[in-house]
């Protein structure tokens, strides 16, 4: 491709709405153009870039048996009122009527259609297992779309679907789409972890994420030093080491004291001169679909993790409560405590860690007060008692129990998912066993999102002067810069070389345009191509210059080597 | 591939709301599956076959310069209202309300969304002229979707636009694209022609279509049995070589006739013992949107052409007058004529050819009768005169005058349409030409229907067993069939060719069912597999058969020289 005739508008200037790196990035090289909010046409370049993802998805869910459809993204909405999703899913889902006024919805995921083509297509345990996906556009109307790709409302999705005859063949499957992810996120060069996620109702490893890790990850993911543990925040579990509770202490009286203006923990563990282990906290929640009001305790050096209070507690969109709410409720805001509270219909909840405390402090309920030397069990007890605690880097693996847990940031690029029977037995998908019995299908799904991974990469892979994309997953590898082209030698030896490297099939671009090197050098840099050939003052000896772009390394190389020596480079990834 | 592991749900029967030849074998070979009407899923097969035909398609775009892009199906309401077309675009458009209540319509095309890439990204003539595609779906909520993938209300189109500073610049693009599009269907292996087509107020040469031939297709085009003229029927023109008017006759006095029960053409010729070219009928239609009415005269044995006959008065959405509106207009359906009758607001067209008759015979605007010796000036004229005559084989060619019209039935696939600055003026998209003055853009638009140049494929190469898939966008090439699968001769003989094939990159199947010869052989030749290659009794000698779909040749081919053997057919495609 010559660069003269190639459609990227590189911009120098960061677009002003663009918050994270990979969105600034991509739109200031030209790869990406919004149309809408959250809605984004692929220019060239990044379309080919996308491609390239694409493909290795492809070829590894081909390579493990998968078998590639294309189902449609208007759905009818019949198959979700089978399920109930028509009426569980919120705005999130798009929806529309036809000219027959027949309501339509775009697919924000395919399992209705799936178990609709497989209740009518498949009927005897023959036929199973089966493996299918797609690699289909997506809809969901987030309430708020941002990060460029990361989180649009039109964005590509690799998703697969298995059929069961009975759970030990799920296994087999989880495993082995586990196993084609890792080797799509290995091909696409890029450093991530899959990590044990949250599966509601299943359990045990029914569900994991695969993450690729950047420090602006919108996901906190914790992993053993030690062994293999790994999960995402929501789900991970720790083991203590060093309880600072003493648990020898004697249990002495309550007593209620002026606290004025301290209403935040730090000011509480500073006004009494104690530890925040030796503080509860009280937040109180309420479920917008129940309308149940919680008012959830932890120990003050502890957060709550809203997954697992959404789990334990059984609700689906729990939101803290208002200040006007709070006044309703007659609760203090900064001064709420489980002692001595009017707690009417509010249900109290305690993580495990609070009914372990001895002698701690707790807000006063009236305005600038505490009340110091409160026990759980003595002098109130929850309505509910479970864990609701995040971990924390520092504390001891619960798998080996020797590591310690470290934390890093994540960017949930890809899900593997046992779903059961979920879908199969309210659509009514079974088959007839080899005793001519009928039973209910088995069922996994596991996604990966394209157009997001394309952007992980990114943000994972960058640095002040742009993007530096992994050799695989490069819009074009190579650019051929000729430092001076109206020099014949140069300009002559460059093109001689860019079609010798589009000879061996490598996509490259030569930098055919009237500007100065710096200027070409810049626009490499920010597109990211991984190897800069330039064409310089040296091509009168036969001498071109490979700059590495990831590593910044130059080498002058014989002219005659350099498509070997390219391709060597390329080799190693 | 295995077929017993290969998603492929073969039916015997055909399905009963299948009109069309291609809709009844995709659904009978498990190619594709009804989702919603108009609505189709690609199953494994069908998207192998789509698939190639997309490849073969991107591949020659990318041959001919232009660069691939991904637009989204979400486009926002303001960009069509910029046009004119939120308005003009009746219901079939589909359009959706976000959860901020903001209008979104999903595609049906792009020139609004690249227009407004075009604007914002180009300002130079330095970068015309360009030329973009892509490979994305469509939508189209028909009013009666049907022939399967042939009318669907989501389909796959490849559809590119081009950018240019002058006519010159688009004239030449407008010959590439059409070159291109000639290789694309080459290269699927489809009989096809290119036809002129209307354009509108454009004219010229600046539509062209691309029509696979086949007896089922929708559309009539006529071409020159000498020169290379063709067209579709809305814009052939012809010579009539042999006038049958005989000029010198005398003009007789108008009389007006009983007729009774002599309402059709036929009945009025053998009544009055003349030919149907001495009669006019009168057909009136009205505008849905201009609710004009309008009464057209044309001789008798010729057809009017709708197309012809919108342009001619200027109208978009004719149809004819129902019985109802014709006692409304006191019209009497059967006896209608341009003499002696009441036409108030109703405009009066007559085609050319009624012009020039001498004592014709025409409806006397009562029941049971009719005027005859009337003649087009003396007694009656119309508001409107033009060309509005369907053309018909056998007819003079209008080009090189020398050859005959002939007929064939097509399929439309590809367009290729000069738009001049229809979207560009409306939407300013303007350049800075060489002197710093503001232009328009010139722009032309490139479509081929992608999934329906798969349904025209199997329209053209069918017969009573199933689909002739052309070798370059079958799924798979080669069938090798173990006849008796128990035979340990045989099917070692048939995994170790299968694996040969698979190692030249021959997208094969190895047909390892339980199931007997015949069997297989049904399910092949349903499918289209061009190449069985059966493994039989001759396997314990060395020998196989390979069969050839298409021609039904079978050869007895030495089993080491089978692979070179296959790959002499295919590279003969």
Known sequence: MRFSKMYAKTLKETPKDAEVISHQLMLRSGMIKKLASGVYTYLPLGYKALKKVEKITREEMDRA?????????????????????????????????????????????????????????????????LSLYQIQTKFRDERRPRFGLMRGREFLMKDAYS??????????????????YTRVFERCGLKFRSVEADS?????????????????????????????????????????????VETKEELAEVELK??????????????????????????????????????????????????????????????????????????????????????????LVADESVT????????????????????????????????????????????????????????????????????????????????????????GCYGIGVSRTMAAAIEQNNDENGIIWPMSIAPYLVDVIPANIKDADQLGLAEKLYAELNDKNIDTVIDDRKERPGFKFKDADLIGFPIKLIVGRGAKDGLVEVKIRKTNEAFEVKAEEVISFIEELIAKG
Chains 1, 2 share one sequence.
């Open 258 to 347: 002026d606290t004025p203006n301290v209403a935040k923990i730090d000011d509480v563990c500073e006004y009494f001169g104690i530890p925040a282990s030796k503080t509860v906290k009280a937040i109180t929640y309420m479920d917008t679909l129940s309308l149940k009001v919680y008012m959830v305790l932890q120990r003050g050096d502890y957060e709550i993790n809203e997954v697992k209070l959404k789990n334990l507690v059984d609700e689906t969109d729990l939101v803290m409560l208002s200040d006007a709410d709070l006044v309703a409720h007659n609760l203090i805001k900064g001064y709420m405590g489980p002692y001595n509270v009017e707690l009417g219909d509010i249900i």
């Open 65 to 129: 048996g998968s078998q590639e459809l294309f189902m449609p993204v208007l759905q009818p909405a019949e198959l979700w009122k089978e399920t109930g999703r028509w009426d569980a899913m919120g705005p999130e889902m798009m929806r529309l009527k036809d000219r027959h006024d027949r309501d339509f919805i775009l697919g924000p995921t395919h399992e209705e259609v799936i178990t609709d083509i497989i209740r009518n297509d498949i009927s005897s345990y023959k036929s199973l297992p």
């Open 163 to 180: 059929f069961h005859a009975n759970d030990e063949s799920l296994d087999e499957e989880f495993e082995n789409m586990k196993a084609a």
């Open 356 to 443: 372990k405390m001895i002698n701690h402090t707790a807000g006063g309920n009236k305005v600038d007060t505490h009340y110091v030397n409160v026990n759980y069990g003595r002098d109130y007890t929850a309505h509910i008692v479970g864990d609701v605690r995040s971990v924390r880097a520092g504390e001891g693996c619960p798998r080996c129990n020797e590591g310690e847990l470290e934390s890093a940031r994540g960017i949930e690029a890809g899900h593997v998912f046992k779903l059961g029977k979920k879908y199969s037995e309210s659509m009514g998908a079974t088959y007839l066993d080899e005793n001519g019995k009928t039973n209910i299908m088995t069922m």
């Open 200 to 244: 509601g109702a299943i359990g045990g490893s029914g569900s994991q994420e695969f993450h690729v890790l950047a420090e602006s990850g919108e996901d906190e993911i914790i992993y053993c030093n030690t062994c293999g543990y790994a999960a995402n925040l929501e789900k991970a579990e720790s083991v203590v080491k060093e309880e600072i």
